[in-house]
């Protein structure tokens, strides 16, 4: 039978990339890990469109957050957190852990974190050091629109983003767009299995990792940096397994023109979210420009949410609850990676049946023509 996972990490890896995970085990301390460690490197610069690669180590987003507060932020720093969900609040928790003095900025769920918010945050607290925002919040489907929030903040203010559920999924170019450290890891928009965490520096935020004393071991970028430039390594031992499945899962998104990559992902957005509203059914994000082309939130009643998604399960579909309060109020389908009308009309027909086992009886036709209008248009 059918089964598809559509939760919002780790997504379904496509078979090609799972079985580069099958490769022969390489030393980490040979000139082919060194190639592979090269190749990887130039496709994340590509996709990133960045000079200086990324870093790599094991761990999971969260991790790629924690590496950015403890190497960007000393204690008594003051950071403004903004929020609009779940991992907002996380990336937050770090900072505080890590003993900077936060001022938190917080929109209600299902909306977005614009440029004039944040401008006036930055206007009240002259004294910031830097500014916590996440790009795609996978917790309520709102993508922030960060080339804007960075236009209005003052370039000695770091820019931290969580982009965990970004990279790959929609354009995320920390280089143009001003940010100075952001945090990615493999199992969302790159199609990988988890394990991979990720943190890329602009020049501003090597220079202040290098004042800053970074209090864990494992995750001192800087000694990340110096192993790469001294011999194409990491100072310990990295998932290679992982590294080989990045490798290929790059290599197909990069095959693809970029503009064509994203648009494709936004159209099926579009399309789900016009379909299930067709089916009766409201998103979390009413503003459809903020809607992420990753992920799709559903908010309703706790009975109606609950047995879809109990009954999309059994039909095979693996959908999410939601995060915090509205847990059980919402239902998360993630679509970070390629998907095109077959996997639209599965989800669909498969929501319509949990809905009509559900004493409903919705229309089935307008919905497809509802996604069609998106999906072509
Ligand atoms: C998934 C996610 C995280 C956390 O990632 P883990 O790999 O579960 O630690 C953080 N931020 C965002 C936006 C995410 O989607």
Not at 229 to 255: G, H, W
Not at 261 to 270: A, C, M, N, Y
Request: proline share 7%.
């Amino acid at each position: 039978m059918t089964r598809m996972l559509l939760t919002p990490g780790p997504v379904e890896v496509p078979h090609h990339v799972a079985l580069e995970g099958a490769t022969r085990m390489i030393s980490h301390r040979s000139g082919q890990f060194s190639a592979l460690y090269r190749e990887l490197l130039a496709d994340l610069c590509r996709l990133l469109e960045v000079e200086e690669p990324p870093v790599l180590f094991p761990g999971s987003g969260t991790g790629a957050l924690d590496a950015l507060c403890q190497n960007l932020l000393s204690p008594g720093d003051r950071v403004i957190s903004l929020s609009c969900g779940a991992f907002g609040h996380r990336f937050r928790e770090i900072a505080l852990r890590r003993g900077v003095d936060v001022i938190p900025l917080d929109v209600p769920w299902g909306e977005g974190i614009g440029p004039d918010l944040v401008a006036q945050a930055i206007r009240a607290n002259r004294d910031t050091r830097a500014v916590l925002i996440t790009h795609n919040e996978t917790s309520t489907g709102v993508l922030n629109p960060i080339e804007l929030v960075t236009e209005v903040i003052p370039d000695d203010v770091l820019v931290l983003v969580d982009a965990v559920s970004s990279v790959g999924a929609v354009p995320c170019l920390p280089s143009k767009w001003r940010v100075d450290g952001l945090a990615t890891s493999s199992q969302k928009g790159l199609m990988c299995p988890p394990g991979l965490g990720m943190v890329w520096l602009s020049p501003r935020g090597w220079e202040r990792a290098a004042q800053v004393s970074c209090p864990t071991y494992s995750l001192d970028l800087k000694l990340y940096r110096l192993h790469r430039e001294r011999a194409m390594e990491t100072p310990y031992t990295p998932p290679v397994s992982l590294y080989f499945q990045l490798a290929r899962a790059l290599k197909d998104i990069l095959s693809h023109p970029k503009e064509t990559w994203w648009r494709d992902r936004r159209r099926f957005s579009r399309g789900l979210c016009a379909a299930l509203e067709a089916l009766g059914l409201s998103p979390l994000v009413k503003d459809p420009s903020l809607r992420s082309p990753g992920v799709t939130a559903i908010v309703g009643e706790e009975g109606l949410c609950k047995g879809i998604r109990k009954s999309l399960a059994q039909m095979g579909l693996q959908v999410a609850s939601g995060q915090g309060d509205v847990k059980d109020r919402l239902v998360r389908i993630a679509h970070y990676t390629p998907m095109g009308w077959p996997e639209l009309s599965m989800i669909c027909g498969t929501v319509w049946k949990a809905m009509v086992e559900m004493g409903m009886r919705p229309e089935m036709d307008r919905v497809m023509e509802a996604a069609l209008v998106e999906m072509e248009g």
